[in-house]
């Protein structure tokens, strides 16, 4: 208290210099429009580039949550579109279908990356999705640019999944403009281009064509998209194989959708009693 009033006892001429010009600024400024607009003009310009700065470190601030929000939407989405796409498909609903979901037969869960291989001849990719989530193995797993996988093991919490990078993925696939398919596979070359083997020899194509899952397995649904063709090669036993450039960068995967397929065993059971 005693330096407040030694420092006002010391600098009282200044301080009283500087009470009068704040007087003087604000009756010039009441008393004249022109002086009032330049000021309310100048304070709104000075605020306003402060917001937009605040504004604009908050929305940085705040994009992991946003994108959240976003991801939980899209997944909610999905499954709508999926509801919609079943019930004009089949307008009976099966009494063996999952009773809270009577029109669903596939289901998306979302999550996100939080372990990626792409440079090895065998990868595998860690998502924070498991067992207390409804994963289980050989689950479909995307995003929204396309295929990255299958899981292969769930503990509670997380899940592994086979990458479409993985010397022993085989992923049924189609060209989206035919029915034509083949069999998608990776040579450990490149992890941006994977292969389309098995393709019949009457099937018509060309660089630039879509490739998209083909629907042919208990897994993807029919649609999902993998990649554009980038040219036709000739193997040694006369069937086509041809370079697929992938819609994703595999080696910079984030959130993630986990595709359940709730017809999966009842179409498995069906297939194994007739095969024996």
Known sequence: MQQLIFFIRKYKYFLYFLLLQIIAFSLTINNHSFHKSKF???ANYITGGINNKTSSISEYLNLKSENTILVEENKQLKNKVEKLLFSIKNPVTSPLKDTLNPLLQFEYVNGKTIANEYSKTYNYLTINRGKNHGIKPEMAVVNSKGIIGITDYSSNKYSRVQSILN???????KFKNSD????LTWNAKDYNIVQLEDIPRQAVYKTGDTIITGGKSTIFPEGILIGTILENLESASALNVINIKLFNDMSNIGPIYTIKNFDKEEIENLETNFNE
């Not at 010397?167 to 696939?173: E, Q, T, V």
């Not at 034509?180 to 069999?183: D, Y």
């Open 180 to 183: 034509h398919f083949g069999t």
């Open 40 to 42: 309310v003009s100048s």
């Open 167 to 173: 010397k022993n993925s085989k992923i049924n696939a």
